[in-house]
């Protein structure tokens, strides 16, 4: 479709220094909102349009039902009541711990409707992590959606004296509060909505605390706008109709992350419609997009990498394996630049029925485009899903800034990176290579709970990411690695193991992997295999019949995990290199406190459950593992 030209941001502004670029920025597309709050788009809309579709939820026969505006609204207004009616006062911090569900987003604007602040907790959050949180946001009221998670809950009561309230989505916590609510008047909820304003505490999100206890991110109701509505207006494309077809995405990332919180608050501020699963896994989430049938998804690496695999495994059980390579290689020659050749084009088109539509297919049928967050993509898988027909915009942002600070803009993507800043936002190179950013969607401040209130970070309005990165020539990012993760060996080598655990993840056969290399002589790497490109393997190459200790130490096995550290190798010198690898028999997990629950590696964690593994590595003398 033709760009919108109010979508077509300003050219970067460019600062260098010593002839590089250091520092770039991007102009707003949209003026900030200077009245209102996130509690009032449910209401606008209903006023607006109240016969649009915003929703879609399962019923209990599994059928997809419509939700309208008005309705969405008057859900809203009820449950807000009922908040109300249970003595929640304004500012009082309401803790939501559940799946994603439609329940989970009408509690949220429920709650900033009855002038709450959300504390979002992760459903699979150990009890102690549960109990930090309530503790250190002082939540008075808890929604959980099944009894586990109340037990989870009710476990820690005691050191929770503050928390008046636990309900219980599966109980029926959305019809009780409907109920308790029925006799407040309306005009209550009126005043309350009308207290708000965009500088108001909207939420708290606890990141996912890699190195320690988890810090609240006190995210505003201006945050979100300058968030969503420069992101919706440059990804025009995405959330406005296309041939008649009205937009809609299914969303199966976490809401308590701030990644899937936004695009939810987005579709609701662009009237898109969305449903809700639950899980990133198994046959459900594939029945559920092929159901749906969304026009885009917002998805992780991961979830990118396991439709590429599970594709790749299907052609090879068909005997077809030699003909999806081919097919993958002239997707990625076609993903790679803006203007493909006559013959890029031709081998495009003669796959698209053999290949490419059933990775589509796969992602419900109509999926032109994916927004990919929390972590690389890679160019490789980029330009294979490009040349597929899925447009892939990567972003990159965290918690504190209300989570994109750069995105891939429609017009001028890059593969490799993540894009230029979003409209309203600075991106500063610091002297030491950190990534700073700068602009009205970053977060007032850290959570003081002895205070009550946020912390502001810095004075000259400049957040310090703890993360790595380069400026090209025309302002495009590309993150290089975590500060705090550079390793340096002991020959003084300064080695960054994001891109390379990054490459190494994007083989079939590998799930996770961590390089090590700190204060040693040369750069090893503990690899864990992925379950279903091992099942897979497997059976190829007839071998059901070893256990996993075997194949840990099987000759032809090692060989294909040999060649994909040799190709990771490729990206750096050979004194980055990985000189030895060893397959581990155990995985790395959230349960096993190896992962957070953003699938993030606890890297200390690692280092300290496998230390003989990794001093092995080293005794071998830099042999690869046999």
């Not at 709650?111 to 009890?127: E, K, N, R």
């Not at 706008?225 to 296309?242: C, I, K, Q, S």
């Not at 490009?386 to 750069?406: D, M, N, P, Q, W």
């Not at 705090?484 to 799930?511: C, F, M, Q, W, Y």
């Amino acid at each position: 479709m033709p760009p919108d030209p109010a979508a077509v941001p300003a050219a970067p502004v460019l600062t260098l220094v010593d002839g590089r670029v250091r520092e770039v920025s991007v102009p707003a597309l949209v003026p900030r909102v200077d009245r209102g709050s996130l509690a009032d788009l449910p209401y606008d809309n209903a006023r607006q349009e109240p016969d649009a579709v915003v929703f879609s939820r399962k019923d209990a026969a599994g059928q997809w039902q419509d939700v309208t505006a008005a309705r969405f609204a008057a859900d809203v207004h009820a449950v807000a009541k009922g908040l109300v009616a249970h003595g929640l006062g304004p500012g009082d911090r309401l803790a939501l711990m559940a799946r994603t569900t439609y329940e989970w987003t009408l509690l949220d604007f429920a709650a900033w409707a009855a002038g709450l602040v959300t504390v979002p907790v992760h459903p699979t959050s150990s009890a102690f992590q549960t109990r930090w949180i309530l503790q250190d946001s002082g939540a008075v009221a808890c929604v959980v959606e099944d009894a586990d998670q109340a037990r989870t809950v009710s476990a820690e009561r005691r050191q929770l004296p503050g928390l008046a309230h636990l309900w219980v989505i599966d109980a029926g916590a959305v019809e009780q509060l409907r109920r308790a609510g029925a006799r407040v008047p309306d005009e209550a909820v009126t005043a309350r909505r009308g207290l708000l304003t965009p500088g108001a505490l909207a939420t708290l999100v606890y990141t996912s605390g890699t190195t320690g206890r988890p810090k609240g991110c006190a995210l505003t109701h201006a945050n979100f706008f300058a968030e969503v509505d420069n992101a919706v207006r440059l990804l025009h494309p995405v959330f406005a109709p296309e041939g008649g077809e009205p937009p809609s995405t299914l969303l199966f990332l976490p809401l308590s992350h701030v990644f899937g919180r936004m695009v939810a608050v987005g579709c609701v501020r662009a009237r898109v419609r969305v449903g809700h699963a639950p899980s990133v896994e198994g046959e459900a989430l594939l029945d559920d997009l092929a159901a749906f049938r969304p026009t885009f998804l917002l998805a992780i690496p991961y979830v990118m990498e396991k439709v590429h695999d599970r594709a790749r495994a299907a052609a090879e059980r068909a005997g077809r394996g030699a003909a999806f390579d081919r097919a993958a290689r002239a997707a990625r020659r076609f993903g790679a630049t803006d203007a493909p050749s006559l013959s890029a084009r031709a081998a495009r088109a003669l796959y698209d029925p053999l290949v490419y539509r059933r990775i589509r297919a796969a992602l419900g049928g109509r999926v032109r485009y994916v927004i990919c967050g929390g972590s690389p993509l890679g160019v490789r898988l980029a330009e294979f899903f490009r040349g597929a027909g899925v447009e892939v915009f990567e972003g990159y942002g965290l918690t504190e800034t209300t989570a994109a600070s750069t995105v891939t803009p429609p017009l001028a993507p890059r593969t490799g990176t993540v894009g230029l800043p979003l409209p309203g936002t600075g991106v500063r190179i610091a002297a030491d290579g950190e990534v700073w950013l700068r602009g009205p969607h970053v977060f007032a401040g850290y959570w003081d709970a002895r205070r009550g209130t946020a912390v502001p970070y810095t004075d000259d309005g400049w957040f310090p990411t703890g993360d790595l990165g380069d400026l090209d020539g025309d302002g495009y990012l590309t993150i290089t690695g975590r500060k705090k993760d550079l390793l340096v060996t002991s020959a003084g080598k300064n080695v960054a193991p994001a891109p390379l655990e990054d490459r190494l993840r994007a083989h079939p056969l590998v799930a996770q992997c961590m390089v090590v290399g700190d204060d040693r002589p040369y750069v090893c790497a503990l690899v864990v295999l992925d379950h279903e490109g091992l099942a897979h393997w497997r059976r190829m190459r007839r071998k059901d019949h070893l256990a996993l200790w075997e194949l840990a130490r099987d000759r032809e096995l090692l060989a294909v995990v040999q060649k994909a550290v040799d190709d990771a190798n490729r990206l750096v010198s050979r004194a980055e290199s990985i000189r030895a690898f060893r397959v581990l028999t155990t995985e790395f997990s959230e349960a096993s406190g190896h992962l957070t629950p953003s699938l993030k590696l606890r890297r200390r964690a690692v280092l300290r459950d496998f230390a003989r593994e990794i001093e092995e590595l080293y005794e071998d003398g830099g042999r690869y593992a046999e």
